[in-house]
């Protein structure tokens, strides 16, 4: 076994993170997707110093620390993505124009970063679908590079679902179309041009897309836009000392980390929201870094909704995880809290500041969450599915694979068929060094976890999912259906893993 941390050091960043986080979760390199970057594996190679104080510890604590987080200050009010408007009049039908482009954007005071986005210079517009809506959205690539539109979480033919095999170049556009055939949830989109998605998502492509049914419009969630009902795109990033993202310079094979915490592009934000119950919309947007929401004060909330839709019932939690990609919709009743205390949202992954809110007058005092809020079901057939398919997770850098390969555009890994439920089972094989959580995502389905290294799924994780994390030794079993035909990517969403070819084809017929 090869490590880099000695004993001592080992000591030494174990009191400082018990310092710093004063709950009583025990920290351990498997809470950390990636490394820093600011160390290579040939330094862990010169360094074999205390390699025998490992053993037992299971590979904890052997992977490179990420960096920390800079809080927040709070001197900004956290900008909410715009709403896309509808071209269409007719109802049932909607029509959007979306543009990747390049632009400019004041992150920094009284400086111009030079970022990317959709329809404006930096990040996207939120696009609101409806189910049984048939939607099309025309699509325009205004970079200097090619690009795709992949639309993350969506039920969508895979023609239209915008993967590498989707490439617009320089000033081509294209128009795709498809019926909205899933559930109210939060979903987004990206880039997807092989080798350069990680690249094009840190510069500044990814939006929102929010799914509305009758179910969602129905339950007394709280649900203004931007008001009570609140969007949140968690992303940290590297600035170079002229306040550029350099991606070159930052990239890390592992994933690239950043010190600087950007949310929905805002520096230093800041939320003000009224003494009623706030819906929080999370993204893990980040390329690489996972986070654990919590209050500072350690407060519960619930949480109401997954990847693709609501829970059953409301969970209680006191934090939660999301790794890249992942979403989760958390109600906070802040006319519950003791607001004389600074309250904020923190990464308890290292203890920094993610969001301080100013909590100002009474509001809504009326709402309530919904006792029962969906109907999702694991049947007793579903559990008793045999395993038809495996796949293995394995390595890091850029010898990343997926059952022994990397990507291949030319090639199918898996095949399924249309409308058939299949069992999967998802294994993360450790290296020398412990390994890594790799976060997991099929395109084109909303799946079911079934098990966790044979056990039932934590309650938050019984609802639709189109990513999860993998741990390391973890085994991960998953009921997919896939109602639309089509080549599908199933990969990892550390998007420098992805770049690397930790990804598979799944073709759908
Ligand atoms: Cu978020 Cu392949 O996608
Ligand atoms: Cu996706
Ligand atoms: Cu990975």
Redesign the pocket.
Known sequence: MKTRITLGLLALMTALVLAACSDDKEPTANDDGANTGEESHEDMDMNEEGSDSMDGMEGHMSHDEVVSLNDSTGENELKIPPVLEDENTKEEEIAYTVRAQKGETEIFDGTKTKTLGYNGAFLGPMLRLNEGDTVKIKLINELDEDTTF?W??LEVPGDADG?PHALLKPGEENMIEFKVTQEASTL?F?P?PEGS?AEQVYNGLAGLVYIEDDNSKSLDLPNEYGQNDIPLIFQDKIFDDKYQLNYDAAMNEDGTIGETLLINGTLNPMLSVKKEKIRLRLLNGSNARNFTFKLNTGDSFEQVATDGGFLNEPVTLKEITLTP?ERAEIIIDFSKLDTDDDLALINDEDGSILLPFQVSEQGREDSNIPEKMNDFTITEEEMNLPVTKNVEFFGMMDKVTINGKQFDKDRIDFTQELGVTEVWEFYNKPDDMGGMIHPV?I?GTQFKILSRNGEEPPENEQGWKD?FSLEPDETVKVAVQFKNKGVY?L?C?ILEH?DNGM?SQIKVE
Request: glycine share 12%; no cysteine; charged share 5%.
């Open positions: 992949h993350h979480g993967g987004w990206h997807h998605t990609s995502h395109h990513s990517m990969h969403h992805e990804m």
